[in-house]
Nanobody
Framework: QVQLVESGGGLVQAGGSLRLSCATS????????MGWFRQAPGKEREFVAA????????YYTDSVKGRFTISRDNAKNTVYLQMNSLKPEDTAVYYCAAEFRPGGAIATLRYEYDYWGQGTQVTVSS
């Protein structure tokens, strides 16, 4: 079992930045592929970014490429999502997710992740 707690959401103007954090506890953090998803009102939860166990591989949905950066600090059991040049369409609840996959490839599909945080609201005003 692993527990995930997101933080760092808030209200920001378009063009601004936010940094989300996801602190984990439980099993060995470095054995997990980590991902960020988001869900806007009335929409399905969608993939945003993912990172492999050692941070050597990352993957992003097209709409955030060049603006968002996912990273992890295995010593701190934490994954981050740096969000720059935010747009109103980035408004959503952002969820951190974990998949136990020692040495495994990145996961980008919602059903691949077994553990989820409670979410943090990001609101971007125009």
């Amino acid at each position: 079992q692993v527990q995930l707690v997101e933080s760092g959401g808030g209200l920001v103007q378009a063009g601004g930045s936010l940094r989300l954090s996801c602190a984990t506890s439980g099993r060995t953090f470095s054995h997990y592929v980590m991902g960020w998803f988001r869900q806007a009102p009335g929409k399905e939860r969608e993939f945003v970014a993912a990172i492999r166990w050692n941070g050597g591989n990352t993957y992003y949905t097209d709409s955030v490429k060049g603006r968002f950066t996912i990273s992890r600090d295995n010593a701190k059991n934490t994954v981050y999502l740096q969000m720059n040049s935010l747009k109103p369409e980035d408004t959503a609840v952002y969820y951190c997710a974990a998949e136990f996959r020692p040495g495994g490839a990145i996961a980008t599909l919602r059903y691949e992740y077994d553990y989820w945080g409670q979410g943090t609201q990001v609101t971007v005003s125009s």
